[in-house]
C-alpha cells in the first residue's frame, strides 16, 4: 500500500491489518524457499518485524506487497546461506528463451505441478531458480514483479524459470520416500495426555522456570508464571483435543478443534530440556502453516 502519508505515523495494529493478508502468501513463498513450513513461518515473523521497525524510518509508506516480498525473500536466503544449502547458480541471460507468460494448457499443467509439488521438495532445485519457480508458477507473479524483487532482468528471470521448471518436473519423476511410521517421544505422550485430560496443574508442572511461549506477532510470554496462563485459555475452550505428529523429521503437536476432525486446525511446536518444557509455539493464528503439509500421525503401537 502507497498513500503518500508518513510510514512514522502507522502504529503496530494498523500495520498488522495492513499486512494480514499477505501473510499466507508469504508463507506459501518462504515455507518452499526454505523447505520448511516452521521456519517459512520464523522467516515471515521475523521479516514483519524487521519491516515495522524500517517503517519509521522512511518518510512514506512503500507499495507493501513488494516492499514485504523483497525482505522476506531476503531473510530467507540468508537462511538458506546459512545451513549451506545455496548452491553456485549463475544470472546468465537467455534472451531466447521463449516468454512463459502465457497460461496456455501446457503452462496450466506446468503450474499445477509446482502448486501441487511438497514444500520440502523445493530445495532440490538451485536457491534463484527455486524463487523464480515459486514467485510465477505457485504465486503467480509477472516476469517483471520477478525481475525487480531479485533486481535482475526479465531475460534472466525466464532462463531461470525454464531451468527450474525442467528441475523440477525431474525432482517430481522421482518417487517420494516414505517416511516410516514413528512413534511419539515420551515428553510429547505425556503432554498430550495431559492436556486432554484437561490437567492443566501437571502441564504447568512440566514447565521450566525460564520457558517461551510465542504465538503468531503476540508478545512473547516468558517464565512459568505467564506461560501458565496459556494454559488458563485453553480451559475455557471444549472439544479442543491434541495428537503428538510428525512433520518431516520433527516432532510436532496436531490440533483437533471439533470431534471427528480428520485433519488437524493447526499445530504446536515444543523443544524440550530434559523433562521440562523450554519453548512453546502455538501456531493458533497462523493456521495456514498446515494447510498445504500432512502432519503423520505419530504410532503409540511402536513406543517402548
Excluded at 505515523?9 to 524457499?33: K, W
Excluded at 514413528?182 to 501437571?202: C, E, H, I, K, M
Aim: glycine share 4%; charged share 25%.
Amino acid at each position: 500500500m502507497k498513500d503518500g502519508r508518513a510510514a512514522a505515523s502507522i502504529d503496530q495494529s494498523e500495520f498488522a491489518a495492513l499486512v494480514g493478508d499477505l501473510r499466507p502468501e508469504l508463507h506459501r513463498y518462504c515455507a518452499r524457499l526454505t523447505g520448511s513450513v516452521i521456519d517459512g513461518e520464523d522467516v515471515v515473523q521475523d521479516s514483519l518485524a524487521s519491516a515495522f521497525v524500517a517503517l519509521k524510518t522512511l518518510e512514506q509508506a512503500p507499495s507493501m506487497r513488494a516492499w514485504l516480498f523483497r525482505i522476506a525473500h531476503n531473510r530467507a536466503i540468508d537462511l538458506v546461506r546459512s545451513r549451506a544449502l545455496r548452491e553456485a547458480d549463475s544470472l546468465e541471460v537467455a534472451a531466447d528463451t521463449a516468454d512463459p507468460q502465457a497460461l496456455d494448457p501446457l503452462q496450466r499443467l506446468v503450474r499445477k505441478e509446482a502448486i501441487d509439488t511438497a514444500v520440502s521438495r523445493f530445495v532440490e532445485l538451485p536457491p534463484t531458480q527455486r524463487s523464480v519457480v515459486i514467485l510465477k508458477d505457485v504465486l503467480g507473479h509477472s516476469l517483471e514483479e520477478i525481475a525487480v524483487l531479485l533486481d535482475t532482468t526479465v531475460n534472466a528471470v525466464k532462463a531461470h524459470l525454464a531451468r527450474g521448471r525442467a528441475q523440477l518436473n525431474e525432482v517430481n519423476g522421482r518417487p517420494a520416500i516414505p517416511l516410516p511410521k514413528r512413534p511419539p517421544s515420551p515428553q510429547a505422550a505425556q503432554y498430550v495426555t495431559l492436556f486432554n485430560a484437561r490437567d492443566w496443574d501437571g502441564l504447568r508442572a512440566l514447565l521450566a522456570d525460564d520457558v517461551m511461549l510465542k504465538q503468531s506477532s503476540h508478545p512473547i510470554r516468558a517464565g512459568r508464571a505467564d506461560v501458565g496462563m496459556f494454559f488458563t485459555i485453553y480451559a475455557t475452550m471444549a472439544g479442543v483435543r491434541l495428537a503428538p505428529a510428525w512433520l518431516g523429521d520433527r516432532e510436532v503437536i496436531a490440533v483437533f478443534e471439533r470431534e471427528g476432525d480428520s485433519k488437524p486446525s493447526y499445530m504446536m511446536w515444543l523443544a524440550w530440556d530434559g523433562d521440562r518444557i523450554a519453548f512453546i509455539r502455538d501456531y493458533r493464528y497462523d493456521r495456514y502453516v498446515v494447510d498445504e503439509v500432512d502432519l503423520i500421525p505419530a504410532d503409540s503401537r511402536l513406543s517402548a
